[in-house]
């Protein structure tokens, strides 16, 4: 751990040192990078070790989280199939085919996202007050 610090600290001089104005962009593209690799780093390390343990305490846990991923990877093919990937608005160079349509993807799964998550609260609330309602009865 000290050592990705110290890598990372080194990374970020040498972006200081080399210009993030200068060297085509060098500089830039070298913090991107890094920033990925250690997005990398956590994403391996909190798939690993919380896999680890979650099997650790619940036999069943693997085959959980594998029906989570597959039911995430199904709604992400649907919302694929269903986008159109239509031409950007006022660029006159147009993206590939592909490229619009996984923008639309992108898009729409974030709408998706957001509306599932205000629902959720709504309905929260909703049995929330219900629960407490009961309850004081």
Not at 5 to 20: D, E, K, P, R, Y
Not at 34 to 60: F, P, Q, R, S
């Amino acid at each position: 751990m000290i050592a990705l610090i110290i890598v990372s600290v080194v990374v970020f001089a040498l972006g200081w040192i080399m210009g993030f104005e200068t060297n085509n962009q060098l500089a830039v593209d070298l913090l991107f990078y890094w920033a990925y690799a250690m997005v990398a780093l956590a994403l391996i390390g909190i798939v690993i070790i919380g896999g680890w343990v979650g099997i650790k305490n619940d036999k069943k846990f693997l085959i959980k989280a594998l029906s989570v991923i597959g039911g995430v990877a199904v709604i992400c093919l649907l919302v694929y199939l269903l986008s159109p990937g239509a031409p950007a608005v006022g660029i006159a160079d147009q993206p590939s085919q592909g490229t619009l349509r996984l923008t639309d993807t992108v898009l729409n799964l974030t709408y998706l996202t957001g509306a599932v998550a205000i629902l959720a609260i709504v309905v929260g609330e909703f049995v929330k007050g219900i629960r407490n309602k009961r309850d004081a009865k």
